[in-house]
């Protein structure tokens, strides 16, 4: 019953090194979703992905890049890691329609990854 | 754009007491869908209850129920009989009807349980 699985859970960078964090989800779900939360305030997402092979842009996409891998997974990746992207990370994934309806459906997430960079 | 405020930082009760935690958000749209989500120490991110704007019955589940008032774009949460396990981050969180895929949140409450 593992539902969103994020890994790693933890991590620290130096400024301008590159990592991806990876992001699978086993309930068959078809949109996906990356966002960040820092302190005081409430998730603002970085990309979605409505479905396998779309990726859209969200609230705060500058310095990211995803891949929809496959409908399982979704990954998120920091090309160049700046001190500003220091934050805790968090992938989801809800049920939707192919035309985007998602209707009173939530989103389910993982445990997020909590990345430093130095 | 679409805001949604959580004006209480930080609240406290007492164990099996009844807290409200309070949500507004600013709309011009009438189709809606509105959630309630709990964030324990352990960062995970749980559903506690969610209403769609359409319904004009208050959602409950167990000791979690919900005050919508669509008028006032108000939505708070009610938890009664207040355990320790309910210590935790609550996040208000909107999302249209029409803009199926973004939450907008608000900034949360942190729920402290006194024994």
């Known amino acids: 019953n593992a539902g969103v699985t994020q890994t790693p859970k933890f991590q620290v960078l130096k400024t301008g090194q590159s990592m991806t964090l990876q992001c699978a989800q086993d309930?068959?779900?078809?949109?996906m979703y990356w966002y960040r939360q820092d302190p005081g305030m409430g998730l603002r997402l970085i990309y979605y992905?409505?479905?396998?092979?779309?990726?859209d842009k969200g609230e705060v996409p500058n310095g990211y890049n995803v891949s929809r891998l496959n409908k399982r997974e979704f990954s998120l990746r920091l090309e160049s890691a700046a001190p500003s992207q220091t934050s805790v990370y968090f992938c989801?994934?809800?049920?939707?329609?192919?035309?985007?309806?998602?209707?009173?459906?939530?989103?389910?997430f993982g445990d997020g990854t909590r990345l430093s960079i130095l | 754009a679409q805001t949604v405020t959580q004006s209480q930082p930080e609240m406290s009760v007492q164990e099996a007491e009844t807290v409200t935690l309070s949500c507004t958000y600013d709309?011009?749209?009438?189709?809606?869908?509105l959630f309630w989500y709990k964030q324990p120490p352990s960062r995970q991110m749980i559903l506690v209850i969610r209403?769609?704007?359409?319904k004009q019955q208050n959602a409950t589940e167990n000791r979690f129920s919900v005050n919508f008032q669509k008028a006032a774009k108000s939505f708070s949460l009610k938890i009664s009989d207040s355990q320790l396990g309910d210590a935790a981050m609550y996040f208000c969180?909107?999302?249209?009807?029409?803009?199926?895929?973004?939450?907008?949140w608000g900034a949360g409450t942190k729920l402290i349980i006194k024994p």
């Open positions: 989801a994934s809800s049920v939707c329609t192919g035309e985007g309806y998602c209707g009173n459906q939530p989103q389910h």
């Open positions: 309930m068959n779900h078809n949109s």
């Open positions: 992905s409505a479905s396998e092979g779309t990726t």
């Open positions: 709309t011009s749209e009438s189709d809606y869908y």
């Open positions: 209403q769609e704007a359409y």
């Open positions: 969180a909107y999302r249209s009807a029409d803009s199926n895929y973004q939450l907008i």
